[in-house]
C-alpha cells in the first residue's frame, strides 16, 4: 500500500513530524515499512515561465524557436512539442544546470540546428509527475505570475511516498483515513475525520426513480451502496488529483474514473462510475457468475 506524507499531513493538520519519523512511527504502530519514494525530486529550480514569441526553427521542420519570459527576463528554448500555447500562455521552464530524474538529463547549454537552447519547455513524464504525457505542460495566461517557481505554484507537486505492508488483519490501513487515525494515535494528536460535502442542490427526482439496487449476494457483498450525480461533463481532472493518483501508482484516466480511485485511497472502499444513460433498465444487481458465463474486461479480454 501506498501512503502519500503530504495527504496524512492534510489529514492530520497538527502533525509536524518529519518524513523521516512518520516512517519509523509507522513500522511502531504495526504498518511494517517496505520503501519509501521521493515523488517529484528535483524540481526545485523550475519555474512558470510565460510564451513571449514561437518562431520556426531555421535548420530542423520540426522544431520551434520559443521566447519566454520568466519575470524579468527572456530566453531562447528549443521546442519539439506540437501543444506550445500562444503568446501569453504559461508552460514549465527547466533552466540550464538543473538535473530531471526522471529522464536522467542534465541541461547543459547546447546548440540544437546550430540554435542554442537556453533550458526546456517540460511535460509531466519529464518532471516525473505522469506517464504518458502528450505534450509539454500548457496552463491559462494569467493563473500564475512568469517566473514564480514551479513548487511554490504546486507544493504538493513534491512529496515522500511510503510503501507500508498490510497484514490481513489490518484492512483499516488499505486507506489514507485509516493510516492518518493510527498516527494521530501515535503522536497523541485529535484525529477528525474529514466530512464530505455535496456542492450544487438535490435533485428533484427520487433517488429510486433515478436507479435501483438489488444484491443477490449479500453473503459475498454485505453491502452496495449507489448515488447519481447529474450534469457531470467528463474530462481531465485538475493537476493535484492527476499527480496524486500518479504518486500512488494509479494512472490517472479522466475526472469521473479519477475521484473513485482517490476516494478508494482515501477510504479503502472500492468505487465504480456508470454512464447512467448506459446501465440497463436503471438496475445494478450484484450476483455471482453462472457457470460458463464470460464477460468483456474494460482492456478488451
Not at 503568446?87 to 542534465?106: E, I, N, Q
Not at 505570475?145 to 490501513?173: H, M, Q, W, Y
Not at 433498465?281 to 479480454?301: F, H, M, N, P, Q
Request: hydrophobic share 40%; net charge negative.
Amino acid at each position: 500500500m501506498r501512503i502519500s506524507y503530504n495527504w496524512l499531513r492534510q489529514l492530520l493538520p497538527n502533525l509536524s513530524a518529519s518524513a523521516r519519523d512518520v516512517a519509523e512511527k509507522l513500522t511502531d504502530v504495526g504498518l511494517e515499512l517496505e520503501a519509501h519514494e521521493e515523488f517529484g525530486e528535483g524540481l526545485e529550480t523550475l519555474r512558470i515561465a510565460a510564451v513571449h514569441q514561437v518562431e520556426p526553427h531555421p535548420e530542423r521542420e520540426r522544431l520551434q524557436l520559443v521566447t519566454v519570459s520568466v519575470g524579468d527576463r527572456t530566453q531562447t528554448v528549443v521546442c519539439g512539442a506540437n501543444n506550445v500555447p500562444r503568446p501569453g500562455g504559461l508552460v514549465v521552464l527547466a533552466p540550464l544546470g538543473c538535473y530531471l530524474p526522471a529522464v536522467k538529463l542534465k541541461l547543459e547549454p547546447r546548440k540544437i540546428g546550430g540554435v542554442l537552447s537556453e533550458g526546456m519547455l517540460c511535460s509531466e513524464t519529464e518532471l516525473g509527475l505522469g506517464a504518458g504525457s502528450d505534450g509539454i505542460l500548457v496552463f491559462e495566461a494569467g493563473r500564475f505570475d512568469p517566473g514564480t517557481l514551479f513548487l511554490e505554484a504546486f507544493p504538493d507537486a513534491r512529496d515522500t511516498v511510503f510503501e507500508i505492508g498490510v497484514t490481513p488483519n489490518r484492512p483499516d490501513a488499505l486507506g489514507h483515513l485509516g493510516v492518518a487515525r493510527d498516527l494521530a494515535a501515535a503522536y497523541e494528536l485529535e484525529f477528525v475525520a474529514p466530512v464530505p460535502t455535496l456542492p450544487g442542490t438535490s435533485s428533484p427526482i427520487p433517488l429510486a426513480e433515478l436507479i435501483s439496487v438489488e444484491n443477490r449476494a449479500p453473503l459475498r457483498c454485505p453491502r452496495y451502496g449507489a448515488g447519481v450525480v447529474l450534469g457531470v461533463v467528463p474530462g481531465p481532472s485538475p493537476e493535484w488529483l492527476r499527480w496524486r493518483l500518479s504518486s500512488l501508482g494509479v494512472r490517472p484516466i479522466s475526472n469521473v474514473v479519477d475521484i473513485t480511485n482517490l476516494v478508494l485511497l482515501e477510504y479503502g472502499n472500492p468505487m465504480h462510475a456508470f454512464d447512467l444513460d448506459r446501465v440497463a433498465g436503471k438496475r445494478i444487481v450484484i450476483r455471482e457468475a453462472t457457470a460458463g458465463e464470460t464477460i468483456a474486461t474494460l482492456d478488451g479480454s
